[in-house]
């Protein structure tokens, strides 16, 4: 079943691969024929670079401090898990594939290829707009603002299914909010055996925590001035609707 439902207006896909590595907390490093799993150790530079606080002792820093021209190629793979428990959580994959150099007191990862993968089919990210792309001003408090949702506010999740096409709400047994950005909330719609994704786009983009309540206010306005979609009633108790 087809749920993609008004898909406009959507971050930028260098500005997707961004906000994944602003938010992902580990990372798989794959260099010099090993594969290492790093866990609070990064940050990123404004450019996109990532800095990796890593033992002195280890191995990784022994590799690049001994690699040709104090250069290590690598690739480092992140994963943008969704803060909700639902099906399918890992929601997109970012590669980075590029060199490593010492830094004062971190190792020092240059992406030259970038590569995203999504539910929608993997991208090619280039290289020149990821690093002047800037994270989506949402990423760092999705987390919070979804479980906030999902955990103390389902009657308002579940008001908003009134804007989603009845056709995609058929056989549906849970909606969980998937995801948020400046320009619209993403919903999971889980049926026993399938699930799928519904976008519900702001009227205007929200770039601070204060304007994204005013959008989903916006929304749960719209949503109560429709009718309450046939496939939600049929779940709900008898006496209820």
């Not at 898990?81 to 007191?105: N, Q, S, T």
């Amino acid at each position: 079943m087809d749920d993609s439902q008004s898909w406009a207006a959507m971050p930028s896909v260098a500005q997707q691969a961004r906000s994944v590595l602003a938010t992902a907390f580990s990372c798989a490093v794959t260099a010099a024929g090993g594969r290492e799993d790093v866990v609070g150790a990064h940050t990123v530079a404004e450019d996109g670079r990532v800095l990796l606080r890593v033992p002195e002792d280890g191995r990784l820093n022994a590799t690049v401090t001994c690699a040709p021209r104090g250069e290590l190629p690598a690739v480092l793979e992140f994963a943008d898990v969704a803060p909700v428990p639902v099906r399918r959580r890992i929601r997109a994959r970012l590669w980075l594939a590029g060199r490593f150099a010492p830094g004062e007191d971190h190792l020092v990862f240059r992406p030259l290829r970038v590569v995203l993968r999504r539910p929608s089919g993997t991208v090619v990210v280039d290289p020149d707009e990821f690093a002047g792309a800037a994270p989506d001003p949402l990423a760092g408090a999705e987390a919070r603002l979804l479980t906030h949702l999902a955990d103390c506010h389902q009657d308002a999740v579940d008001r908003l299914t009134r804007l989603v096409r009845a056709d995609s709400l058929h056989g549906a047994v849970r909606v969980r909010p998937l995801a948020v950005d400046r320009h619209g909330l993403t919903l999971r719609i889980e049926r026993p055996r399938t699930d799928g994704d519904v976008r519900l786009p702001f009227h205007a983009p929200a770039d601070d925590v204060s304007a994204l309540a005013e959008r989903m206010h916006v929304l749960l306005s719209q949503a109560s001035a429709e009718t309450c979609p046939r496939a939600l009633r049929r779940q709900q108790p008898d006496g209820e609707g």
